[in-house]
């Protein structure tokens, strides 16, 4: 390929040397003329001498790049189409958990297709509804010993009784008696590790919202911390005694 013309076109020592390198290929690719070679050395192929095998000689130029190289390039085509090994297909699997486990992280066992074991996945703390776990080299085999593929582990999320998640915050409904929402006072609301108090303002309105910053959920990255947001509703009751229900068209008869 050095010295091929197509490559040295106003080079005449370059075509010599294809020349040489060409007859010497067809020498050593020959068990004939090796066996000349052997027993004559150059001059079994010179035209000069005394005729051993001139046929095929060093001076010869028949023949082209493909003949010499032919044997090469059909070796090369057959390497680069040989099927080579594949990863294999991804596994995608979901599973369900808490609204506290999704908040704090978890471990959570599942169960692969065609494979009677249990896998532990570990559940990163902040993980949201619909994003997915890659557990690498869990999923098919590859092909022609390829390796395995993934496990993609998506999350669903089961309703909170209490709390209602979007994003990185939390929503909460809080029944406030209309006494206390109508004079104020402290209202005792729910959180995923207690109780705490928070103040009521006097003529607060059913809808009305508090929040409390950085109670949220904290991000699987970075440092972003969700808030925790209440609503207010006042219920209505639906049974009253005779004493309530007196107090009550007093208090109508008053406005």
Known sequence: MKYHPDRNPSNP??????????????????????????????SAFDENGQGHARHGGFGQQHGGFDDIFGGMFNQRQQQRYQPQPEKGSDIIASIEISLEKAVEGCV??????????????????GIDEGQRIRVNGKGNPGSLGGPHGDLLVEIRLLEHETFTRKGLDLYCMIDTPFTTAALGGNLKVPTFTGYLNIKIPEGTQAGRKFRIKGKGIASMKGNAVGDLIYEVVIPTPTELTEQQRALLEQLVALN
């Open 13 to 42: 020592v370059g075509a010599n040397n294809f020349r040489e390198v060409k007859a010497a290929y067809e020498i050593v690719g020959d068990e004939e003329k090796r066996q000349q070679y052997d027993d004559f050395g150059h």
């Open 108 to 125: 959570q066992q599942i169960k692969l297709p065609n494979n009677p074991q249990l896998l532990d996945v570990s559940i990163p703390a």
